[in-house]
């Protein structure tokens, strides 16, 4: 019987450890992004949540989430996203100050509205990668955006 006794255990411990990873990979986690560096508090935010690097930055019909926030001169902007699963991600930015819904840029594509990703990586010349952009959401997590204005 001791041999029954331990294959009883075995599948036992096999079934739990199953059982938390299986919660582990449903979890939902928060993302909060805090936006710094804004020149003024005209028009909304436009911010796209990205799970792969298809569309990112410039396509946020592309992405996985999206959301639209009113600034307002009165509070500090901050947007959530709940429900978050545990993955890569990374954020694209827009400032888009005439309210119109998309990024005006000039004669050479350059942006003339404020643009931020969700790293603090700079890059002197052409649009952020998601590569360079992306984080680990395993846990509720807060980053911070600096827009950045070209013009």
């Known amino acids: ?3 029954a006794r331990f294959k009883y255990q075995h599948f036992t411990l096999l079934l739990a450890g199953g059982l938390c990873l299986h919660l582990h990979g449903q979890a939902q986690f ?3 992004i805090r936006v710094e560096g804004l ?3 005209k028009g909304q935010l436009l911010l796209s949540l ?3 690097a298809y569309g990112f930055p410039d396509q946020p019909n592309l992405s996985f989430r999206q959301m639209r926030m009113p600034l307002n001169p009165e509070q500090k902007p901050e947007v959530v996203w709940n429900d978050l699963p545990a993955g890569i991600y990374a954020v694209a930015l827009l400032h888009d100050e005439d309210d119109d819904g998309r990024c005006r840029m000039n004669f050479l594509g350059i942006p003339t509205e404020g643009v931020g990703v969700s790293t603090r990586k700079k890059r002197l010349w052409g649009k ?3 590569a360079s952009s992306a984080f ?3 846990e509720d997590t807060t980053i911070t955006i600096r827009v950045h204005y070209f013009f």
């Open 1 to 3: 019987m001791p041999f």
């Open 30 to 32: 928060q993302l909060r």
């Open 50 to 52: 990205f799970n792969r």
């Open 136 to 138: 680990y959401l395993k």
């Open 39 to 41: 020149r003024n508090n």
């Open 128 to 130: 952020p990668d998601f």
